[in-house]
């Protein structure tokens, strides 16, 4: 999806602030010899920013304002190494606010719900955020943050509290918790906004047959504000995003090219209007695509499909790019399969092509032939290649107390 004219006119803007800030991104800006950007050639010459910049940045080089006008920070930590340190000014905060409010919104929640927050407060972007936005929204909060299940519990059903917000592992945590002491008859909730971490169908079902609400994923990183730059409407799983505030590239995470529209890559991100710590082409390291045409709620703003892991799984095999959450989905499509799989890939050199074999396993119930027959044709038609399948007996396939690697690469 390209850049339209008022998205570019805010990306030049953003350069020009930067260099004229004396940032670190500034700095690298006017060391490549870039004062602008006016075309979607020039914006895509822009050197990608990345987490690492923030930690070379450490703690405030990227502030692109003066200091007057910051207001507040927040941090994320990595699993190595420095924090990252992401200062906001006051329009910073506000807009974020607006975002997350337009998120309840797109959920259909309004100033007569009331919001009960369990995600933490703190240098973390999640409490403070969904906060936020439910004050913004004129909804009543509920800043529980997390844990103390009882008392989350007392306030649920005395303030009868009708939107949990949380991480879904927590969701379902207080779910579990609601069904074995039979209160499912006192609580009022309807609906539950979640983030924050991948979470599978099998848990999102869980979730929704023992509190019968909907769902919805709401998407952020504090880099990027922080949660509540997107959000699913009740039209399915795409997810909005706010491209007044922020524009998406999907990119191949390998060439750092842009990728059609549809297909799949990596999350890359700009700040638009953002005044403390603009980000121009963040990777994410999400991976996602665009999911083209307008969504049948009528929303204007565009949409990417719900985020199906991280760039350092993905794979390609005939320029097609696929990570293994695609390969589970299809195989819990197939009935028979077994949770475990592997996936072999090498370079044929006789017909000068890749090819891939994907060993799945089958609990005996079905004809393994009519298993791999189903496998591939799912393959074909829905990720737009043709491996090669084997089905073997359950327990035939390594097994790991660590993660299990799944794709093993013969090819370079
Ligand atoms: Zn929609």
Redesign the pocket.
């Known amino acids: 999806m390209k850049l339209n004219e008022r998205q570019l006119e805010l990306a030049d803007r953003q350069v020009k602030r930067l260099i004229k800030s004396g940032s670190y991104y500034g700095e690298l800006y006017k060391s490549l010899g870039i004062t602008g950007v006016s075309s979607q050639e020039d914006f895509e010459k822009l050197p990608f920013s990345q987490k690492d910049d923030l930690r070379n940045a450490y703690p405030l080089g990227i502030m692109a304002c003066s200091e007057e006008e910051i207001v507040r920070i927040h941090s994320s930590s990595g699993t190595t190494g420095l924090p990252v340190i992401i200062p906001y000014t006051a329009k910073d905060v506000d807009d974020w606010a607006i975002m997350f409010a337009r998120c309840y919104e797109?959920a259909g929640i309004t100033n007569k719900d009331r919001i009960q927050i369990t995600p933490g407060y703190g240098l973390w972007t999640a409490g403070i955020g969904f906060q936020a936005g439910c004050e913004k929204l004129g909804a009543m909060a509920v800043p529980m943050g997390p844990g103390n299940t009882e008392k989350q519990l007392k306030m649920m059903i005395d303030l009868k509290t009708t939107v949990l917000t949380a991480t879904a592992s927590y969701a379902l945590l207080l779910a579990e918790e609601i069904h074995r002491r039979g209160l499912r008859d006192q609580i009022c909730l309807k609906k539950g906004v979640f983030g924050s971490e991948r979470w599978s169908e099998t848990m999102r079902q869980r979730i929704v047959d023992e509190l019968g609400i909907e769902l919805y994923d709401i998407y952020g990183l504090t880099e990027i504000y922080g949660p509540g730059i997107g959000i699913?409407?009740?039209?399915?799983t795409?997810i909005?995003y706010w491209d007044d505030y922020i524009y998406i590239e999907i990119i191949d995470p390998e060439t750092g090219k842009p990728v059609p529209d549809g297909e799949n890559g990596e999350i890359v991100i700009t700040t638009l209007v953002k005044e403390g710590a603009p980000l121009l082409r963040f990777r994410t390291h999400d991976l996602s695509r665009i999911i083209p045409g307008e969504?049948?709620?009528?929303?204007k703003?565009p949409?990417i499909d719900i985020i199906r892991g991280r760039s350092d799984d993905m794979f390609k095999v005939r320029g097609v790019n696929m990570f293994p959450s695609q390969v589970e989905d299809i195989l819990k499509m197939v009935e028979g399969t077994s949770s475990e799989y592997s996936i072999t890939i090498a370079h044929d050199d006789e017909k000068n092509k890749d090819v891939m074999l994907l060993t799945v396993e089958g609990d005996g119930r079905y004809e393994f032939d009519a298993m791999s027959k189903k496998i591939v044709e799912l393959f074909r038609s829905l990720i737009g290649m043709t491996p090669k399948v084997i089905i073997v007996p359950v327990g035939t396939l390594p097994r790991s107390e660590k993660k299990t690697k799944r794709v093993i690469d013969y090819r370079t």
């Open positions: 797109t699913n409407c009740q039209h399915g795409g909005h969504c049948d709620c009528g929303s703003f949409r």
